[in-house]
């Protein structure tokens, strides 16, 4: 390993926090973080039960609960019954929540553009090539814990208009 590949990773991780809160601020969501953050979680996991949910968009297990609460209300997120354990409910993004995911990230991208206009052909290769190895290397990192069993996708009540993605789809 390159003895310099810990401090240009640190660097990578203090940029990307730093562009993603410019983008934020540029984009002026109403949303909290968490929301987006959430989202984003169901939409690359699948079904996911509430303590993961905390784990991976790191909050505590009650601001979970409020955060899915507050997602099924606006149609983003809908529980699933586990067929094997009544207890337990898992979480799934629904189509409506997709396509706030997919608008929100649109939102930032173009806030970002004029701080990216102008950028050369081979400087728009580079961070192509970035973002691909950052896919690459990242993909199929974060895999659930608690796998909800698959009866429980097929079994779910969630709307017909707006069916959750199935487990392990990629965001």
């Known amino acids: 390993m390159p003895s310099d590949l810990p401090a240009l990773l640190g660097d990578l991780i203090t940029v990307n926090h730093r562009l993603t809160r410019v983008a934020a601020h540029a984009a002026d969501s109403r949303e909290s973080p968490a929301v987006w953050r959430t989202l984003s979680v169901l939409r690359q996991l699948g079904p996911i039960r509430l303590g993961e949910i905390a784990a991976r968009s790191r909050i505590s297990?009650?601001?979970a609960t409020k955060l899915v609460a507050h997602l099924v209300e606006r149609g983003w997120a809908a529980r699933l019954a586990d067929p094997l354990d009544a207890r337990v409910t898992s979480t799934v993004?629904?189509?409506?929540?997709?396509?706030?995911?997919?608008?929100?990230?649109?939102?930032?991208?173009?806030?970002l553009l004029p701080m990216f206009d102008g950028l050369a052909d081979a400087e728009l290769a580079t961070i192509?090539?970035?973002?691909?190895?950052?896919?690459?290397?990242?993909?199929?990192?974060?895999?659930p814990v608690e796998r909800v069993p698959t009866a429980a996708v097929t079994t779910a009540r969630v709307p017909a208009s707006e069916p959750g993605r199935p487990a392990g789809a990629r965001a």
Do not use: K
């Open 93 to 111: 993004i629904t189509a409506a929540g997709n396509a706030a995911l997919s608008a929100w990230r649109s939102e930032l991208a173009e806030a």
């Open 61 to 63: 297990q009650p601001t």
């Open 128 to 143: 192509r090539n970035a973002v691909d190895i950052l896919r690459e290397r990242l993909d199929g990192s974060e895999v």
